[in-house]
């Protein structure tokens, strides 16, 4: 699903000027027929920058709202082009430097520390700047747009200097810092699944669970780092259910699965 979003964003500049239309657009706001999907960010610094509220830009942030409601997060796992890029450097630095598990995962909370910031640059925005300057740090608009300009106005965006020097970054440390601990743009998803406790998400059943000491199989599957056995409270808002959790433990106890509801978590103290 990545990679096919990953290409179609690379050829539809392409595409759409030999005609195609039926799919046109960026991350900040994609038609796919007579459907129009917008970044919720975008949108609502449009909304508090103009003073109004166009009911076409709520519809179409409300859309992408509405899946992150009932979903979770599941763009920034399954369709994030950014997000595919940054799992594959992941998994490549953690194969040539593997992590030496101490006993304990990376607890603290992500969430948090992008809610502040988010909080941050939106007043300072909101205080300073005349453009949405929130969109210049949406990677997966930046993907796309490396593209378009290259493929339309034949220029090479600097977005993807800015976009490699990240993911050097991320391979230096073979941790995924934007998305865990920067990106604005998963924030208002992020609120919208919290909002839902009936929605999609990752249960973990106690009694079913063959772990131990050592790194269990759904941590090392983890590319954010968290133990899918513990994700409770605000841990459980950086889960993106991309289900890598569930198909490593699939293979052993098959503790951990994917339900909607308030299905009881059982956490664990010490496997």
Not at 193 to 205: C, G, I, M, Q, Y
Not at 207 to 231: I, Y
Not at 241 to 266: E, I, M
């Amino acid at each position: 699903m990545q990679t096919g979003v990953a290409a179609l964003f690379i050829v539809l500049p392409i595409l759409n000027a030999s005609g195609f239309i039926f799919i046109w657009g960026n991350f900040l706001n994609i038609h796919v027929g007579s459907l129009t999907f917008s970044d919720p960010l975008a949108v609502l610094q449009v909304i508090v920058k103009n003073q109004y509220m166009p009911l076409g830009l709520l519809i179409s942030a409300g859309m992408v709202l509405a899946i992150a409601f009932c979903l979770g997060t599941v763009f920034c796992s399954w369709v994030c082009p950014f997000g595919l890029l940054s799992e594959l450097v992941n998994k490549l630095a953690c194969r040539i430097r593997p992590r030496k598990f101490n006993g304990s995962t990376i607890s603290k909370n992500g969430f948090t520390a992008k809610a502040i910031g988010f909080c941050a640059i939106f007043l300072l925005f909101w205080s300073i700047f005349n453009s949405p300057v929130l969109n210049r740090v949406s990677l997966p608009f930046q993907y796309s747009n490396i593209f378009q300009y290259f493929f339309i106005h034949q220029y090479l965006s600097g977005a993807i200097w800015f976009i490699g020097v990240i993911l050097l970054l991320e391979f230096a440390f073979r941790t995924r810092l934007w998305c865990r601990w920067i990106c604005p743009q998963s924030v208002l998803l992020s609120v919208a699944k919290l909002l839902n406790p009936f929605r999609l998400k990752v249960v973990f059943e106690k009694e079913r669970c063959v772990g131990s000491n050592a790194l269990s199989p759904c941590q090392k599957a983890c590319s954010l780092d968290l133990d899918p056995r513990r994700l409770n409270g605000w841990i459980e808002a950086e889960c993106t259910n991309c289900g890598d959790c569930v198909d490593a433990c699939g293979k052993t106890g098959g503790a951990l699965g994917f339900t909607f509801g308030q299905s009881c978590r059982q956490s664990i103290t010490k496997v």
